[in-house]
């Protein structure tokens, strides 16, 4: 097998694609353990290894990235590359390794990007205020199985990006709207709700993501097969938000004060 | 030698945290932004730590090796959480969880810290309810639960197989509000290499910046580590890949004394090693055990057939047999020193002879398939995508792989090390597990420790230091700390030999599985004292560490932290030498009763051993904090 | 931000004008066929359907303006949002490769594009008459016609019977009776057939409207539209190349009624 990674030493160097040959493989090895095994050739040949993310080599941490031929976390559905194995490839192919892409990553060595925009619009709205301590009896409101599983669904996104990469036009909308669905479906989250969604769809833009145009190639790539409707569910909430947000009265003053 | 004074306030067991909680010191709400906190790690303890102390209103540096707080591994914890709720009128209750966590632990843990755990475990849920954690729940809209091992009662709260990302995630949605509210100063890519003290006490880190390789100091006026445990010591683990012992090691290496560092806990459900190349074991969920039956041939020629082909009599449930009131559900622990006594009798299965069946034959024809797959179609599926194989048609093949450490740092009762301003939380500390931990109690003690207990008592010790009494970064103390730091740096890069770092990592690895195991000797554990510092010295004299220390660097990363696992390792045998008695994940093949079952030897051994450093070439200080059980009689631990 | 802000500012906003504006083109398209298709019965239909648009005046300037503005909104927007999502991208891939979007949706920015040079193409033909003067209504020997009956809407009469209104209905064959004017209406017909099939599929997830449990039923529908616009479009320059429509003067009309 021949590997074509994209090697760039650092954000400002000029990358290009270099081809390495990968031997004695098996085929229940997964494609990060070849990588490794690349790797350790490489330095034993005294070359600096492949640089590439990676940590819990189980479908959860959402570090791992890596375009695969053209697709974010290579062939499979519904799995991230560390689940990827070598069983999925043959003998004599050509596999094409890239980072994820997008203006909103940048790139900080060979197959490495930096992920800290979607940290920032977490960091804008991607929670529920209850500091510790706060909590109400957890059984005090009770939540339809049927909204909590739905939540549960898009609770499931893992922050890795593929979504991104895959979209032609670099939008984070399925990573936002996967937030933005999960809290704003249970009574928790009403509280934020449409302070959540400005909030984050306006970090989201600031940050540099492109736009939605309705292709679905996030949800096709995401490890977690996350559904395209929390996108549609977000919009509904953002147009909410804007109409309540325009026209809604607000109180006088929103201070304490006080003796 | 060090002094352990454990702190736990007198009185009767229930009442001791309530008692404590008036009686420690207070910061004013005004003077809380005057004093600074370190916290180092961002998984569920640190996370949570972080964003509790920020919304009291002290100033809160954290700090993570990872490029997001959500990639800690906590996140990879798969079946649940437990708490005291008794949500299923099944007679669960405080003295019940802690009860349990004591004699699951084998008696090697402290009462008072386990109550605490117990109190806290309700709250812990609440509070991740509020967060909006989308926890099971049944029609009713009510929460649900499972059952898990180690527990007659159902008390385990969970997310599908996913109760780790959904309880992390929640933390780091809270530490998410507190960094854009400006209360926290996020660091990620920032990896911890040293602690700083200044007269004794912890003040400070110094941080590598892992993207452009610059060390910083930092200063404050304590400091909190939540970096997880140590188990990649063994190099195939379930942890992560990046999960390292190195902040805790450099604390040890600062005068922290490192308690009970041989408990380590062997999950029984991991899919089998299938070749040299492996860099990580997978873990199947114990809630597995709840629905699957676990069996080996009772025939060693029936050990490489296919297990379809076996019929019903010939197939040994060595667990039912053996434990019939817990039966599959048995403690990790036991569990799996089961599965090895099959393997190791020649009845193991799989090419490798290093496995035995989970079968879900009975669960199927019981709930059908879809039943089956509607409780755990997302690990039948993380089963086939690794093995090829269908767990609905073949009994799975498991086998036992290191999981999770008990050891750890030692702490007070008020989560303080020995060294005065420096806290540990979760599974960095020793605290809460004993001997050996239950399942869905990890997540627990985390959350417990960040959310419950540390912000009350990093006020008891703040209280007592003047506010605005750091120090400052030009101290002499940081200065020679960053040059520790910097001169390992340039020792990896500057050594130019041949092998890469994980040739080291692969090495230790075997060695520490070999000898310092799931069962020990006197003899393999000496062997292996002998083993580790000539590794320790090839690797330094050997190791290839390309590139610069200026860039993105991993094989430098991996490098400062497999010098620390030798280096750890070879501490986790001594004190699996010293401890001669078995208990838990600690075996010894000397003290074992007749059926194979743990002997302890409480009267010798009924204590934590915290070992202080006294330089690498010797031998460090074995100190004793006694255990002095109260309220538990400390028994032979039976689930038959 | 302000209401304005949130909708030209943002990108969701943006999407949100693109859809609303999209309804209205699309239901000017669906509109504009169903009037042209009076070509298939008597002169005095089209013809007098024409005269009765004129005949709105100030109402029918208020009509024009609005879909030009909401032409203009829905370029504009499109504009944005591609040069924001190029900006977005960053670098290509080096190997390219699509999972699952369809060709209608990845063909959006040229069959607009193409679309729009449609666009002032038709106008500059049956609107204006400053292409292919020698078929326009008010120019061509053809131009005038007049009403046999009276051309009623909803029951109230709008053209009486009688009136010289202009001759669309044999400026429309003699334009189609050129076959490159008539492929070119084909193709561009075909391509903004297709534009639709994207863009009636997607305002309704813009807007928030979609989801799984029906998008399939969507979908069809979505695609049951586009075919029958795309038949409906054709049948004209079609019916016109097969001979099937001819040019016919008042006289000849007024015969073949009786």
């Given amino acids: ?259 | 030698m060090a002094t352990l004074d454990s702190k736990i306030p007198s009185g009767p067991l229930a009442d001791k945290w309530r008692k404590h909680k008036v009686d420690i010191k207070l910061v004013n709400p005004a003077n809380k932004r005057k004093y600074e906190v370190i916290v180092v790690g961002a998984g569920l303890a640190g996370s949570s730590a972080a964003s509790s102390l920020a919304d009291m209103g002290y100033k809160v540096k954290c700090f993570v090796f990872h490029d997001s707080p959500r990639r800690a591994h906590s996140i990879a914890a798969q079946g649940g959480i437990n708490a005291a709720k008794n949500y299923q009128n099944d007679g669960d209750s405080v003295y019940r969880l802690f009860y349990d966590t004591i004699k699951g632990g084998d008696y090697r843990a402290r009462e008072a810290n386990v109550h605490r755990l117990a109190e806290v475990s309700a709250n812990i849920i609440d509070q991740c309810v509020a967060q909006g954690v989308p926890f099971a729940r049944e029609y009713g809209g009510l929460l649900a639960n499972r059952s898990f091992g180690g527990a007659q009662v159902s008390r385990t709260f969970y997310a599908r197989g996913q109760t780790g990302q959904q309880l992390l995630l929640g933390a780091y949605s809270a530490l998410s509000r507190t960094v854009g509210q400006g209360l926290v100063e996020l660091h990620t890519n920032s990896e911890m290499l040293d602690l700083v003290v200044v007269n004794g006490h912890a003040k400070g880190v110094i941080i590598r910046d892992l993207v452009t390789g610059a060390i910083t100091r930092h200063t404050a006026d304590a400091v909190i580590l939540a970096t997880g445990g140590y188990g990649n010591v063994f190099n195939l683990s379930t942890y992560a890949r990046q999960s390292n012992a190195t902040a805790i090691w450099r604390a040890y290496k600062r005068g922290a004394c490192m308690a009970n560092p041989c408990y380590t806990q062997i999950h029984p459900t991991c899919i089998p090693v299938s070749g040299d190349y492996q860099s990580k074991l997978t873990l199947m969920s114990e809630s597995l055990r709840n629905d699957g039956r676990i069996w080996a041939p009772k025939k060693k020629d029936d050990a490489k057939k296919d297990p379809n082909t076996i019929s019903e009599a010939d197939r040994d449930y060595f667990l039912e047999r053996l434990y019939p009131s817990f039966g599959n559900l048995a403690p990790r622990d036991i569990a799996s020193r089961a599965a090895k006594r099959v393997c190791d009798e020649g009845r193991g299965a799989g090419a490798s002879g290093l496995g035995v069946y989970l079968d879900f034959s009975d669960a199927i024809r019981r709930l059908g398939e879809n039943g089956v797959r509607e409780r755990y179609g997302n690990l039948f599926d993380i089963y086939h995508e690794i093995t090829a194989e269908s767990g609905y048609k073949t009994p799975m093949r498991i086998y036992p792989a290191v999981h999770y450490t008990m050891g750890g740092l030692w702490v007070d009762y008020n989560l303080m090390s020995n060294v005065p301003g420096l806290f540990v939380l979760g599974e960095a500390n020793f605290s809460d597990h004993g001997a050996n931990r239950l399942g869905a109690s990890a997540l627990m003690q985390g959350l417990a420790d960040g959310y419950f207990v540390i912000p009350y008592t990093v006020g008891d010790y703040l209280a007592g230091q003047k506010a605005g009494s750091r120090p400052s970064i030009d101290a002499a103390e940081f200065k020679a700390a960053e040059e520790n730091v910097t001169g390992m740096s340039k020792r990896f890069l500057g050594t130019k030999g041949k092998q890469p770092v994980s040739h080291f990592h692969k090495r230790l690895g075997k060695i520490m599985w070999d000898h310092c195991g799931m069962a020990r000797t006197k003899e393999g554990l000496e062997s292996a004292l002998q083993k580790l510092p000539a590794l320790r010295e090839e690797f330094h004299a050997t190791v290839n560490v390309p590139g610069s220390g200026d860039t993105l660097n991993q094989s430098l990363e991996q490098a400062g932290r497999v010098a620390d696992f030798i280096e750890l390792g070879e501490l986790m045998c001594r004190d699996a030498l010293t401890r001669e008695e078995s208990c838990g994940g600690h075996f010894r093949e000397e003290h074992q009763y007749p059926d194979g079952e743990c002997k302890r030897d409480d009267e010798k051994y009924g204590h934590v051993a915290a070992w202080e450093f006294q330089g690498l070439d010797k031998a460090p200080v074995r100190n004793v904090e006694a255990l002095n059980y109260e309220f538990v009689k400390m028994s032979v631990r039976n689930y038959k | 931000m302000n209401l304005v802000g949130s909708f030209f500012g943002s990108s969701i906003g943006r999407k949100i004008i693109m859809a609303l504006t999209g309804v209205i083109l699309i239901g000017f398209v669906v509109g504009h066929l169903v009037g042209n298709l009076q070509i298939f019965q008597h002169p005095d239909h089209i013809n007098g359907y024409a005269q009765f648009l004129h005949q709105l005046g100030p109402l029918l300037w208020v009509a024009r303006i609005g879909l030009i503005a909401a032409a203009l909104l829905h370029i504009w927007a499109a504009t944005v949002l591609t040069l924001e999502n190029k900006r977005a991208r960053g670098g290509d891939y080096g190997f390219k490769h699509t999972i699952q979007a369809t060709f209608a949706s990845r063909a959006m920015r040229w069959t607009g594009v193409i679309v729009l040079a449609f666009l002032v193409y038709h106008l500059a033909h049956f609107t204006l008459g400053v292409v292919q003067t020698e078929t326009f209504k008010e120019t061509a020997p053809l131009n005038h016609y007049v009403m046999q009956n009276d051309y009623r809407v909803a029951g109230f009469t709008v053209v009486k019977a009688g009136t010289d209104v202009a001759n669309v209905h044999s400026m429309v064959i003699l334009g189609f009776q050129h076959k490159v004017v008539a492929l070119f209406y084909i193709v561009a017909v075909g391509l903004l057939s297709l534009h639709l099939l994207h863009g009636f599929n997607s305002l309704f997830q813009s807007l928030g409207l979609r989801n799984a449990k029906w998008s399939w039923l969507l979908h069809k529908a979505a695609l049951a539209l586009c075919v029958v616009y795309f038949l409906g479009n054709l049948a004209i320059p079609g019916a016109v190349l097969a001979g099937k429509l001819r040019p016919q003067t008042a006289k000849v009309a007024a015969t073949a009624q009786r």
């Fill in chain 1, 1 to 259: 097998m021949t590997l074509r990674v994209w090697r760039q030493a650092g954000p400002k160097a000029l990358g290009q694609f270099k081809d390495y040959a990968a031997k004695d493989l098996n085929s229940n090895m997964s494609f990060l353990e070849m990588l490794d095994v690349v790797n350790d050739e490489l330095t034993l040949k005294g070359e600096v290894p492949i640089a590439f993310a990676h940590d819990c080599r189980e479908g959860i941490c959402g570090t791992c990235s890596l375009t695969i031929n053209g697709k974010p976390h290579g062939p499979g559905k519904g799995i991230a590359t560390c689940q990827t194995y070598m069983r999925s490839f043959h003998d004599g192919d050509i596999i094409v390794v890239e980072p994820f892409r997008a203006a909103a990553f940048p790139l900080i060595k060979d197959l490495v990007v930096d992920r800290t925009s979607f940290d920032k619009i977490m960091q804008a709205g991607g929670f529920i205020t209850a500091r510790a301590g706060s909590a109400p009896e957890a059984n005090a409101a009770p939540v339809p199985k049927g909204v909590s599983d739905l939540a549960m669904d898009a609770a499931q996104c893992i922050g890795c990006g593929a979504c991104v990469a895959a979209c032609k036009n670099a939008s984070a909308m399925l990573f936002v709207s996967a937030k933005v669905g999960h809290l704003g479906l249970l009574p928790q989250g009403q509280a934020e709700r449409d302070r959540r969604v400005l909030a984050m769809v306006h970090t989201m833009d600031e940050e540099g993501f492109g736009n939605c145009t309705n292709q679905y190639e996030c949800s096709a790539a995401c490890p977690k097969t996350i559904s395209h409707d929390f996108i549609a569910r977000m919009n509904r909430d953002y147009l909410g938000a804007t109409l309540r947000s325009a026209f809604q009265p607000e109180a006088a003053s929103s201070d304490g004060g006080g003796a």
